[in-house]
C-alpha cells in the first residue's frame, strides 16, 4: 500500500497491519517430490530406519543393515512387493529424474511456510542432482497384502517415517496419500498400517483422513527360536 | 491274553482291560497333505473364504468372487505373492501330484482317530486324483511382509480356515507349521497374523505356538470412499 494513498472507507475488515513492500516474497517455498527409492537410495533408508527405531526406542530390535536392506529389497518390479517412496525437499525447483521409473510419475508439490526450515543434518540426507541438491526428509515403505473377503489386492504401510525437522508440515500426509493414490490407480481395495494404541496424537491424524482404527484386533507374531521351534512342532 | 494263562502276579499296574484281538486295527487313520494351490482349485477356495464369513458373521463385507479371486491370486511364484495352502484328507494314502510343484514339497501326516470323520459337505469339497477321492479340509492364505527392523521379509497369514467337521484336531497348527516352516527355509524373521482380542481360546493356542500377541498394536484401514476421496487431499 502505497504511503500517500487516502485511507480506506469503514468497513467489517480489519485494517491491514503494516506490511513488506508487496515486491518482497513472502514466506519461503519449499518444493517437494516423492519418487520410487533405487538401490543406490540404501544408506539413506538405513539411516532413516535407524532414525525411525531411536525414535520408538526400539534400537534393541534394530538388526537392519546396508547389506540385508540390499539384499532383500528391489528385488521385485515396483508395487508387486516391497516398495519405497522418498520425500525429497529443496528450497529451490527439483529438476526432474534422469532415468524415471514407467511404474510411477513422480508426484510433486510446493509448499510456503512461514519460518526456513532447519536441518541439522542436511549433508548426511543430501542427494545431489548435477549443481542441484535436496535432501531426504522421509520414507514410507509398503507392499501388497491380499483382503479373501474383497477378493482383491490392498497396501499394506509397513513404515511412515518423516525426520524430525521435517515434521507437522503434512509431509506425512503427502506420503500415506500417495500409498492411497497408487492403491485407487491399481484399483485396489484398501489401504492398512498399524499404530500404537497410546499414540492419540496418531489415531485422531488418521481418523481425520477418514481412516477406520479396528480396536479388536491383535498382532500375533512368531519370530525367533519359537518359529525355529514351531517348524518341526507337529508336522 | 489267553484264557487258560495263570493269574497274574500283583502288581501296581492295573490288569488291562478287555481289548480288541491285537490283529484289529484300532481307530480310523486319516491321511492328511499339505499342498500348494493352483488355479484349478478357485471354486474351493470361494466356498471356503464364503464359509470363513460366515462362520465370523461377516457376511456383509464378502464380496470375492470366483472371478475376482482367479484375476488377482496366482499371478506370482509361490512364496514371492499371495500364497494358499491347501489341506486334503483321505481315509486311505492319498496319491502323489501329476504335476508337482518344484518350489514346494506336500507335508505329509498321517492322524488316527478313534471316532470317523463324518463330513456333511464331502461331495462339494471333492478332489478326484484318478480313481482316489480326497477332500479339501482348510486352507491358509499368506504373502511376504517386510520388518524393517530385521532388514528381511517375513510371512503375513491373511487367513486361516479349517472346515468345521475338521476342528479341533490339529490341522489348525498344520497348517500354520507348515508355513512358519517355509518362512525358517526361506531365512525369513517372523510369521504374523492376527486375532480378535476376545477370541481367548485362538489366542492360548497362538501363546501355546510360542506366537506373542503384542497388546499395544491396532489396524488401520483406509477403504472405499475414504480411500477414494484420500488419493486426491492435499497431494
Redesign the interface.
Given at each position: 500500500m502505497a504511503a500517500a494513498a487516502p485511507p480506506p472507507p469503514p468497513s467489517d475488515v480489519p485494517e491491514p497491519r503494516m506490511a513488506p513492500p508487496e515486491t518482497t516474497p513472502i514466506g519461503h517455498p519449499v518444493f517437494t517430490r516423492i519418487r520410487l527409492a533405487t538401490p543406490l537410495d540404501v544408506p539413506f533408508i538405513h539411516k532413516l530406519?535407524h532414525q525411525?527405531?531411536v525414535f520408538e526406542k526400539?534400537t534393541h530390535?534394530?538388526?537392519?543393515?546396508e547389506s540385508?536392506?540390499s539384499s532383500?529389497?528391489f528385488l521385485?518390479p515396483p508395487f508387486?512387493?516391497?516398495t519405497i517412496f522418498l520425500l525429497e525437499l529443496s528450497s529451490s525447483p527439483i529438476p526432474p529424474l534422469l532415468s524415471p521409473s514407467p511404474s510411477f510419475t513422480p508426484?510433486e508439490?510446493t509448499f510456503n511456510f512461514d519460518l526456513p526450515l532447519n536441518d541439522p543434518e542436511k549433508d548426511v540426507f543430501s542427494v545431489h542432482y548435477g549443481s542441484d541438491q535436496v535432501v531426504i526428509a522421509g520414507f514410507v515403505?509398503f507392499?501388497?497384502?491380499?483382503?479373501?473377503?474383497?477378493?482383491?489386492?490392498?497396501f499394506?504401510v509397513?513404515?511412515l517415517f518423516v525426520r524430525e525437522c521435517y515434521r507437522r508440515k503434512?509431509f506425512g500426509?503427502?506420503l500415506?496419500?500417495?500409498v492411497?493414490?497408487q492403491?485407487?490407480?491399481m484399483g485396489y481395495?484398501?489401504?492398512?498400517?498399524?499404530?500404537?494404541?497410546?499414540n492419540v496424537n496418531a489415531?485422531k491424524f488418521?481418523e481425520q483422513?477418514?481412516?477406520?482404527?479396528?480396536?479388536?484386533?491383535?498382532?500375533?507374531?512368531?519370530?525367533?527360536?519359537?518359529?525355529?521351534?514351531?517348524?518341526?512342532?507337529?508336522?
Open positions: 530406519i525411525m527405531a526400539l530390535l534394530f538388526s537392519a543393515t540385508s536392506l532383500t529389497l521385485s508387486k512387493s516391497f508426484i508439490k515403505l507392499f501388497p497384502n491380499y483382503s479373501t473377503f474383497l477378493g482383491k489386492p490392498g499394506y509397513e513404515d503434512g500426509k503427502m500415506l496419500s500417495a492411497a493414490k492403491a485407487v490407480k481395495g484398501r489401504v492398512e498400517w498399524v499404530v500404537l494404541d497410546w489415531i488418521y483422513m477418514g481412516a477406520q482404527v479396528l480396536p479388536e484386533w491383535r498382532i500375533c507374531r512368531l519370530t525367533g527360536d519359537s518359529l525355529q521351534a514351531d517348524q518341526n512342532a507337529n508336522v
